[in-house]
DNA sequence: CCCTGATTCGC
DNA sequence: GCGAATCAGG
């Protein structure tokens, strides 16, 4: 298993997000504890309370001479990851069909047609070169930062079904640029799926999603522990 | 014991 | 770059 952009991403954000490598080795399947944390170190991430922190300890020392030499006590076959190899490959599943039902009442996003540069926002005269979203979310470049960014209105759009479009789940193979990365679920559930929204241009996400992709640093002081991991979170069991 | 993250080092 | 082995604190 190698490491994906996607991959790298949910590392990065659950790592930030408090979760702890055992959590995240195991959204990602296919990998171990160690594996992300030698992963998230690399990436440049870390600190998050360690239990280890005194390093004037020995320890170069003796392990590297315990391995070089030989060690004489065979060392079991840590069955390690005993899991049914891939799980990250969820397949569609049957074909669920989602009851139509009011299907083409509403249609939620702004519907931005316009691929790529032709700007779909019908920002008459925004002095800023944003786009508005539906909830009211300006839309930002990553690197744009403008902290007061007014209290994150309670998003509370249509249902929560991506689009009447897509009645069928987005799995991994319908991703593509043009639809919303966000994952819904847990991957290696049946039901695990990704938004499927068309995404607000330039970013892998579609303009909710943006919102919670891409929030404010806020102050230090005023930050609030729990952010909304995307996946819902750490699956709980 | 279990858990955690940190570190080293062969690959 | 990757991750198993190992270490060390809770």
Request: with cysteine.
């Given at each position: 298993m190698s490491w994906t952009e996607e991959r790298i991403a949910t590392l990065a954000k659950m790592w930030e997000g408090g979760s702890t490598a055992s959590q995240i080795a195991e959204e990602l399947g296919g990998v171990s504890r160690n594996a992300v944390i030698g992963k998230a170190h690399r990436l440049g991430l870390k600190s998050r309370p360690?239990?280890?922190?005194?390093?004037?300890?020995?320890?170069g020392k003796p392990k590297e001479a315990a391995k070089k030499a030989s060690p004489p006590k065979e060392k079991a076959p840590a069955p390690k990851a005993a899991k049914p190899a891939e799980p990250a490959a969820p397949k569609p599943a049957a074909p669920v069909r989602q009851e139509p039902a009011q299907a083409p009442a509403v249609k939620p996003a702004a519907a931005a047609p316009a691929e790529d540069g032709a700007e779909a926002a019908p920002a008459p005269k925004s002095p800023r070169v944003v786009s508005v979203g539906p909830g009211g979310f300006l839309r930002q470049g990553p690197?744009?930062?403008?902290?007061?960014?007014?209290?994150?209105?309670?998003?509370?759009?249509?249902?929560?079904?991506?689009?009447?479009?897509?009645?069928d789940k987005t799995s991994l193979l319908d991703?593509?640029?043009?639809?919303?990365?966000?994952?819904?679920?847990?991957?290696?559930?049946?039901?695990f799926h990704f938004c499927?929204?068309?995404?607000?241009?330039?970013?892998?996400?579609c303009v909710e999603h943006c919102g919670r992709a891409y929030q404010a640093q806020l102050p230090r002081g005023a930050r609030r522990p729990p952010p909304p991991l995307p996946f819902g979170g750490p699956r709980v069991r």
């Amino acid at each position: 298993m190698s490491w994906t952009e996607e991959r790298i991403a949910t590392l990065a954000k659950m790592w930030e997000g408090g979760s702890t490598a055992s959590q995240i080795a195991e959204e990602l399947g296919g990998v171990s504890r160690n594996a992300v944390i030698g992963k998230a170190h690399r990436l440049g991430l870390k600190s998050r309370p360690s239990p280890v922190k005194s390093g004037d300890k020995a320890k170069g020392k003796p392990k590297e001479a315990a391995k070089k030499a030989s060690p004489p006590k065979e060392k079991a076959p840590a069955p390690k990851a005993a899991k049914p190899a891939e799980p990250a490959a969820p397949k569609p599943a049957a074909p669920v069909r989602q009851e139509p039902a009011q299907a083409p009442a509403v249609k939620p996003a702004a519907a931005a047609p316009a691929e790529d540069g032709a700007e779909a926002a019908p920002a008459p005269k925004s002095p800023r070169v944003v786009s508005v979203g539906p909830g009211g979310f300006l839309r930002q470049g990553p690197g744009d930062q403008q902290p007061p960014i007014p209290p994150a209105p309670p998003r509370r759009l249509v249902p929560a079904k991506p689009s009447p479009e897509i009645s069928d789940k987005t799995s991994l193979l319908d991703l593509n640029d043009r639809v919303c990365r966000w994952p819904m679920g847990h991957p290696g559930e049946p039901d695990f799926h990704f938004c499927g929204e068309k995404v607000n241009p330039g970013f892998p996400y579609c303009v909710e999603h943006c919102g919670r992709a891409y929030q404010a640093q806020l102050p230090r002081g005023a930050r609030r522990p729990p952010p909304p991991l995307p996946f819902g979170g750490p699956r709980v069991r």
